[in-house]
């Protein structure tokens, strides 16, 4: 396994981080996965809510599991396996690694304990800082900077994924106290950002750490096109509920309208009719649960926790369509983007001025499939496991999300998800043509 | 809501336990609940591992909302409900009652926290004991009985839930530790025991506690049959087993087939093939798993967690069948027996001279459907929710298991679950036709 | 294969038909089943509407099959078999005579085509003709005896099953032309019709034949109860449904309530609700399905393909329940009853004076689960699965209906279908207890 | 509803073909139908045998009523409807025209009869006949177009439908006489045609009919490939199956690996083992089932009836991949190709030197996810329910088949079907990138 085979996309070896820096950010990613758990109780921690979810307990032990499976155990000479029967329980998806405890079946494992994968979380730990201290060939280093980013993709799920088992809880339990009055008074018109297209580079050029599906790098032609200065926000949805979007077939994919129909869709999963107007004639009829609860909806507010097909039919209903990723990508304006000030995590402006909420509010679904780029090639062995076999049947979403992790987000990131999902930070941006 | 009509089968209102005796009874009752509890951590107590089943703290909390639902609220002046909203979360199925959490999703609920649970439970409790403290009119005193046996009723699901969530776990936790070595010593041959058959009483006649579903008592005419003094071990399943018998569809009902197959059921849910004969085609190829753990199996122990799918098709390979309720009842002598020395929890012993685990060791499945008595007729309100709206597609029980709590067996006592149900401490006892 | 084993309820051998009789009698019953088929399109003989039903053209091949089968092949030297590869295709459910086409792709068996199933009848019939021309010995008259009461019993299906299919199309295609104007006057209040209880006889005691599941005859005993003297009428059961008895859930069994929610269940499966009344709060709110198409409810007819459920919750709601199928069949009458005149085809008049409408109009749903007979054991070999294997899951229904070929009825028959069962020519018959 | 609203990719409204050809060209496509039909049986053209295949009368009376609702009833005047009632019968997925019978109950349509829809058929040809003897607005001419293409589209239907329920029936019957010896001596390796990629035009560009899914017609890159010059071979894919190509989980993408498993696939869906050789190991151990019966594997056949999932496992497996759509297009030589001598129907050679079977053997998958075109754009009105509504969840075919009628297949035709689908005749070209 080599590094290349990681990193098809052009990652120079040569940008493997010092060791210290490695050190340092290993130390706080892996302390980031255990602040994100401390609001929760262990039994909050153990619950698995559908199959597509998985407990905060196993993400943390499955983003362990990565370090010693992949780096600890093939890399570390007289490393000691914490306890070889947590392998199977904590292997996600990887057939390259041995077999697999079955995904909708996480949340019966109320054994190893908490405490005992703390414990596990520890003893690798230990074994990882004692390899960071020590010079590693890049390869490695680069091993273990892709570990840390697939733990920050864990620590989205630990709020994505609690926060759907909270919406099925009657109580209604928040995450975290609200951090302030509902109305944000963000509402008002979007402005729409002209972008002439022609020949546009897409995809991850180094140097820096990107997933495979990132690259190669290519070439792709882009029509002239306009795409909205932010996000849509909840005020504008509820004007499509309230205008019967959910009742009509004809804003609707075909798959999205059999979705509708069958699960009663009526509104965003986790908006819930308020006892003012339960008619939810206007925005005063909603309630919006989320991290901090459940709360009067914020008219300003980007509105989350969309599927593709109501994002889709949204954007029928407006008049407008959603963008490619290759006209998010290029509205943003690639890879190499100087830092926000005081938040060097994101990624810097944007090419086309005006652009807003590329990053941090929410996943904005984008009108391409998630297919591979020209060239693409998974790595052989597990880590070509890692992003290619599910390149099909899923949809790419771009931006980041209020749950995504400090240093996470990417111009270039592919995040993918199947049509129908809708219990992520997952909103839109609309896009049209021009002349 | 009278007395008479929550048990319809001759209870005599005399029958009420002095305030002194009722007082020492919750108090025993409601802590053999927590004893059941304890050896379980939080994260084992909040778990559901199939719809059927249901979390240890679900059982803690419903149990308690029984005696606040049917005793506090309506009876007792000026009770201060724990939390308003707790109630239709642990409503289990009384439709008289409001609304429920879907059953389904019970494992769901990591809030209310166990340790809310305790408190619900302790409020409920210093409100009963205050209750208790006064005299009673009998109606009400029969109703707090009635509350101890449901909740007995839990105490007994509290062991076969967790232990199916155990037996979905990869690391096979134990409830307890092993109790001595696995050989009982016990196998050997079964020895019939024959009834002249004739005209016998079924059903409860006071005094003392029964379910409505009891009786009324009844005359019932037999016909003269054998049965065995003991119950099938797992050596004589393994037999089966060994035999094909999961393999030759004329040994099963036709429901039950489709199961064998549908399923692909090779032997009882809980037996697991050792490594020592993976064929197992003798009983040291196999282990089985239960509240000690994964052991080898015991071949002088009783078979359990049985479906009668799985009990018929053996009885018919054995050449035998499977005893009525009413054969099962007269066999054990009915109602009124003298206790078991030592055993004061325990029915007395049977009017059949030689029959042995009646009680205590597993649940009998009998060839009965679960029908109503002759004119039986379910109570108005919540409590005819109790038993009467399940007498149908399921099959009767008998006897008691290992898991059933002091005080709670009876000669006439009902037990009742569908035919595939297979983790319940069930298993069987064979009968016959005599001339 | 013994005839005794077929036959365990006290045939007498003797009974054996002459062989005239029973050379016209095939004739009879093979000419019945091709006139059921007769009204129908060669399209309408091939459709399957749902796994439970099966197409015409299937009924008129198994039915053969069943000759060929169990007759032909094992008892008529030299005969050839017409096809071999048809045997597992239109064998229903006999392990023992080898594989079967999966019961829920009856429907798509195009090939082969009605006409070689027409074809397949009459090489079968000449076969049988040529068979019964000779003195056959007992056991093998009775077991051709048994073919014809199985062509029966497909008969009654080919009407009940065709009936769903047309149910299910939206131009509501008649099976038959009406026979006269919808209102048969029959509207009106039921009789109750006293019987003392005690010990009565049940069960098929020769001569003539039976299904060996209505034997062996024995006692049970009966405490007094009082039975309806006729059917539920439609303008009873419409009452039921305009009080909202689909909305009431303690009218219902559990398992009940479920299908009246998962379902949408708001009447009886064939009931439409006209236009006159939509919201159907008289009967002239409801069009009903049948035989000769899509009609007025006419008040005074039998309300049919009702399940045991529904059946069950009118009941209920009538303040009554349903009898047990011994309490039916004492009031019946029991066995051996005189010929009613010009229809020697049905039982004779029952014990119970008044008592009507016990056969020939509508299946009647007992409360009493499908259990065996004390003693009742299953014959080795096919004809051990024809009734044995069923009994679980499922309930009794006694008498006849208007779909029941004639000369097919019997006091003692045991009709059963599982409790949502609702495409039979099922209604119910009250009963009550008696002081 | 406007023609260009219909065909947004550039035709060029002159294009409207004159009188006589259009009423020639209905006469031709119409008798298609009923020749495709005829060697069915009434019984065959009434089977449906999974909700996503239709039965062939359905297919023959949708195409009707295509022509009834989009032509006949909004374009002439004094049009008498054949049956009002017909009309959700035969409407497929159109919201626009209101109400539609339940696609998995198609096959319970016996009524019509097979007869009254060919009088259908009779009834709507003579007022088809009777608009087209008159000059047409090119608008309506360009609809009657769309629906000829529409009935083509569904003659392909008829055959891969019916051969779905074919090879449901044990019988195995077989649609059309063999039309010759089995080897067709074609085996032997595939050549690589290298394309050196740069800006390729794509899409319909007029004149001449075409879907609006296949414009608006625009500039794509492409990298250098190659392409093979024919399709994979059965004996090809006999040895992906010997090679344990259906065990190897890293073959596959992860929602292919789970049908793999769920569904138990180990070889083509219409691939039987033989008795020759039980196992498989050699292209004797298998025989086929196709239009002519179940016939012995031709090694030089090209393999049929693979979903998307088999021919990406077996891509993966022979170390390339599929193409995308653009690059078969491109390979293909786009449109505007000379015609085949002798056949009229089929597309012109390629640009590509020596490429074979673009067409008329079975369609290909490709690597693209059907998405919309840029500035594709959805007709309003039910036209635009056509295609658009489907845009998601699957993916590209380009080609055409041995079923596609003469006439119809086109070198920017987009056909599409979701990933899983293996009833189309469906299989593959392998592709490969060049530096």
């Known amino acids: 396994m080599s590094a290349t085979a990681v990193f098809p996309c052009d990652v120079t070896p040569a940008s493997a981080p010092v060791p210290q820096a490695l050190h340092d950010r290993y130390c706080a990613v892996r302390a980031e996965s255990l602040a994100r758990a401390a609001p929760l109780s262990v039994e909050d921690q153990g619950v698995q809510s559908m199959p597509d979810a998985s407990p905060t307990k196993w993400h943390l032990a499955h983003s362990t599991w990565f370090f010693e499976a992949l780096v600890l155990l093939p890399h570390l000479g007289g490393y000691r396996c914490f306890d070889e029967r947590l392998l199977p329980l904590f292997n996600s998806y990887y057939e390259t690694l041995g077999s697999r405890h079955p995904r909708p079946q996480r949340g019966l494992l109320t054994r190893p304990a908490l405490a005992e994968v703390m414990a596990y979380r520890a003893?690798?730990?230990?074994?990882?800082?004692?390899?960071?201290?020590?010079?590693?060939?890049?390869?490695?280093?680069?091993?273990?900077?892709?570990?840390?980013?697939?733990?920050?993709?864990?620590?989205?799920?630990?709020?994505?994924?609690?926060?759907?088992?909270?919406?099925?809880?009657?109580?209604?339990?928040?995450?975290?106290?609200?951090?302030?009055?509902?109305?944000?008074?963000?509402?008002?018109?979007?402005?729409?950002?002209?972008?002439?297209?022609?020949?546009?580079?897409?995809?991850?050029?180094?140097?820096?750490?990107?997933?495979?599906?990132?690259?190669?790098?290519?070439?792709v032609l882009l029509q002239p096109f306009a795409i909205a200065d932010r996000l849509v926000r909840c005020a504008d949805f509820a004007d499509f509920v309230a205008d019967g979007g959910y009742r009509q077939p004809l804003l609707w994919l075909s798959d999205g309208w059999a979705l509708v129909q069958g699960q009663g869709w009526q509104a965003p999963a986790y908006w819930r009719r308020s006892a003012d107007d339960p008619d939810g004639r206007s925005v005063d009829g909603w309630q919006v649960f989320g991290l901090d609860g459940l709360r009067p909806l914020d008219p300003g507010a980007a509105v989350q926790q969309l599927s593709f097909h109501e994002a889709c039919a949204y954007a029928q209903w407006a008049g407008a369509r959603l963008p490619t990723e290759f006209e998010w990508e290029a509205a943003c304006g690639g890879p190499g983007l100087p830092?926000?000030?005081?938040?060097?995590?994101?990624?810097?402006?944007?090419?086309?001025?005006?652009?807003?909420?590329?990053?941090?509010?929410?996943?904005?679904?984008?009108?391409?499939a998630y297919d591979p780029y020209p060239r693409y090639r998974a790595a052989a062995g597990a880590l070509g496991e890692y992003n290619g076999k599910f390149m099909v049947g899923q949809l790419v979403l771009r931006g980041s999300s209020l749950a995504t992790p400090p240093g996470h987000a990417r111009a270039t990131y592919r995040n993918f998800f199947p049509p129908a999902a809708r219990w992520q930070f997952s909103g839109l941006r609309l896009a049209k043509d021009l002349p």
Do not use: K
């Not at 990882?128 to 993709?153: C, I, N, S, T, Y």
């Not at 995590?345 to 086309?352: A, I, Q, Y």
């Open 123 to 219: 003893h690798v730990d230990a074994a990882m800082l004692a390899l960071l201290a020590r010079p590693l060939p890049a390869e490695l280093a680069d091993l273990v900077v892709l570990g840390l980013h697939h733990e920050q993709q864990h620590q989205e799920l630990v709020l994505t994924d609690i926060l759907h088992a909270f919406a099925c809880n009657p109580l209604a339990p928040a995450y975290r106290p609200p951090a302030g009055p509902v109305d944000t008074g963000l509402a008002g018109r979007a402005e729409w950002l002209a972008h002439p297209g022609g020949q546009v580079e897409i995809g991850h050029a180094g140097p820096g750490f990107a997933f495979d599906n990132e690259g190669p790098r290519h070439a």
């Open 339 to 368: 830092a926000v000030p005081g938040r060097p995590d994101l990624p810097g402006p944007p090419t086309l001025a005006g652009l807003q909420e590329a990053f941090g509010v929410a996943w904005q679904w984008t009108r391409s």
